[in-house]
């Protein structure tokens, strides 16, 4: 199941195009999934629907591939907070893979990456 | 219906049916203007004109009025919807009168007076992206050589956020001290805001303890953008990194805190990621960036190396910042 959400900004007067796409499956209370594209104030909003669809269920085993991520900023981190914390709530567990660095570092200054299961894409951990 | 408009309607109506010009139609359109101004419904306006039709010939099939029957049946449910919508635009100009009440009291409540420490000279500039800021700075200040300086963003936008910044205001009130240290000062606002934000709605913040007698910095971080350390003697810049996890997400958070002693020419330079997070065309403005642009300019007082920097940073991104920007520079002179 893939969506695909295109918001067009003007910018310099030449069209940059924003976009995101998240695929999820859940079998079995897990629930598999990667993002492509940008999480921003734009997008967030499509990426927290899809994942607000799961986050009452009971003891849910997340996983979600980021490496398609290109540019996430506050907001969405805030999408993600928000998903781990319901689930934890629930007995659930959510784990984040793929983290380039520069997604990676923003886990790490708001204190995420000590709380929350994340994973560093293989070879793009360093800086 | 008052009876003056259905008069006027007949003759204009009439003078129309005798000669099809522009002029005699344009009469018409000026006069549907006044009609929408006067709340008539398109049921009433069609039932003036049958009834001016019946005054005019009379003598026309039954079938003709039948159908204007049947029309003014039809134009029922257009007029509901007209209702509708007129009480939609009052209401949305209410909640645009609300809303704007809502930025004032944000503007209120954000106006911080900057202190004067001896040998500390500050910059600052705050820029919303839109109308409400969602980057708070505030400062702690009692005339007697300390002063405390918080910069918060909070993750989530508009009438919440701004609500959400009005706690950290409290917070920082009920604290009533220069003299607050970072850890305990970001715990205390952490348990306030987690105890009453929603899931999706967190708060960064930077908070630092200045006293000048020492020129010492104490600092804390709760998940915010790391603060820069300029050394005037080496030229070198350093992030002032502290552990620490945003506000709102655990009640068991713990905060760091370090602390710097500034020397002549010394800066240091506190943000939100409005600043750090732009992107131009070719692709993200790294920090190296933000250090060039601060040295250009390291003589001068903080005030002229903010302006600059956020001149410079809003060329280079079309004078388009997609963020709200906050930029504080404590400059030690």
């Given at each position: 199941m893939a969506f695909f959400s295109r918001i067009e900004s003007y910018k310099t007067g030449c069209h940059i195009e924003m976009n995101?796409?998240?695929?999820?499956?859940?079998?079995?209370?897990?629930?598999?999934?990667?993002?492509?594209?940008e999480i921003d104030a734009h997008t967030a909003p499509v990426l927290r629907e899809k994942l607000e669809a799961y986050q009452e269920q009971e003891g849910l085993n997340a996983e979600l591939d980021l490496s398609g991520v290109d540019y996430m900023d506050s907001t969405g981190l805030g999408v993600f907070v928000a998903f781990y914390k319901s689930i934890n709530a629930k007995g659930g567990h959510l784990k984040l893979t793929g983290l380039s660095s520069r997604l990676k570092r923003l886990f790490d200054i708001t204190g995420l990456g000590d709380i929350m299961d994340i994973e560093a894409a293989v070879g793009k951990g360093g800086n | 219906m008052p009876q003056h408009i259905e008069a006027q309607y007949q003759e204009i109506l009439n003078e129309y049916v005798k000669k099809q010009t522009e002029q005699n139609l344009y009469v018409g359109q000026n006069f549907s203007r006044q009609l929408i101004l006067e709340n008539i419904s398109p049921e009433e306006v069609i039932s003036m004109h049958k009834a001016a039709i019946r005054e005019l010939y009379s003598d026309l099939p039954d079938v003709v009025w039948h159908s204007f029957d049947f029309l003014i049946e039809m134009m029922i449910n257009y007029g509901l919807a007209l209702?509708?919508?007129?009480?939609?635009?009052?209401?949305?100009?209410?909640?645009?009168?609300?809303?704007?009440?809502?930025?004032?009291?944000?503007?209120?409540?954000?106006?911080?007076?900057?202190?004067?420490l001896d040998g500390l000279d500050i910059g600052l500039l705050s820029i919303p992206a839109k109308k409400m800021n969602g980057d708070y700075i505030y400062f702690v200040s009692d005339y007697d050589g300390y002063a405390g300086v918080a910069v918060a963003d909070v993750i989530g936008k508009g009438l919440p956020a701004a609500l959400c910044m009005s706690m950290i205001k409290f917070g920082m009130d009920s604290l009533n001290s220069s003299h607050a240290m970072p850890k305990d000062v970001l715990s205390v606002i952490n348990r306030i805001v987690e105890k009453s934000v929603d899931d999706s709605m967190f708060v960064s913040m930077f908070y630092a303890n200045y006293d000048a007698s020492a020129a010492k910095l104490t600092y804390g971080s709760a998940g915010?953008?790391?603060?820069?350390?300029?050394?005037?003697?080496?030229?070198?810049?350093?992030?002032?990194?502290?552990?620490?996890?945003?506000?709102?997400?655990s009640p068991a958070a713990?905060?760091?805190?370090h602390s710097v002693t500034l020397g002549k020419g010394d800066m240091v330079i506190m943000m939100t990621d409005g600043v750090t997070e732009g992107r131009t065309e070719e692709g993200f403005i790294e920090r190296d960036v933000i250090y060039e642009l601060i040295e250009q300019k390291k003589d001068e007082p903080a005030q002229a190396i903010v302006q600059h920097v956020y001149d410079e940073l809003e060329r280079m991104q079309n004078a388009e910042l997609q963020d709200d920007f906050t930029l504080v520079i404590y400059k030690k002179v």
């Open positions: 995101i796409q998240v695929n999820l499956t859940e079998n079995d209370n897990k629930l598999k999934g990667d993002i492509h594209g | 209702q509708e919508r007129q009480s939609l635009l009052k209401r949305q100009e209410e909640l645009k009168v609300e809303m704007d009440l809502a930025a004032n009291v944000q503007e209120t409540l954000l106006k911080t007076k900057l202190p004067s915010h953008e790391p603060a820069i350390l300029y050394r005037a003697n080496t030229g070198g810049f350093d992030e002032l990194e502290a552990k620490g996890l945003l506000l709102g997400v713990v905060y760091e805190e």
